[in-house]
């Protein structure tokens, strides 16, 4: 999700998020492993790209309910819904997000880039 903001004074000024964390309740237990391929096939992301998922309540075996993940750079909030549903509906065995609370931001990355055109810096465009 990235905003241009209209050049001023020879800078131009890009808003976006860098990563936002969520934290999500499922209606049944699973390991992090399964969460984090299901993540990586909604997202359709190659194996390439890190995708950290915690389980915050792990218990024997490693299964857990709750678990914490980092989408890096992501291309709209529908697209984070979406996201959450679906791992919803597939790990809470089909039951509807009933609850806000069932999923929370819990972190987010901010970034607020400053460019100089030509005429302000020497070169080309180039980060302030």
Known sequence: ???????????????????????IEFGAKTNFHTVQGEIRSILKLPIEIGLWVEPLDEGPGGAATVFRFKIQEPSSWRQLVNLVQKLHYK??????????????????????????????????DSRV
């Open 1 to 23: 999700m990235t905003k241009a903001i209209k050049k001023t004074s020879g800078l131009r000024y890009d808003i976006a998020i860098d990563w936002i964390e969520l934290e």
């Open 91 to 124: 790990f809470s065995k089909g039951m509807p997000v009933i609850s806000a609370s069932l999923c929370k931001v819990t972190g987010i990355e901010i970034a607020f880039d400053i460019y100089g055109s030509s005429d302000f810096c020497v070169g080309q």
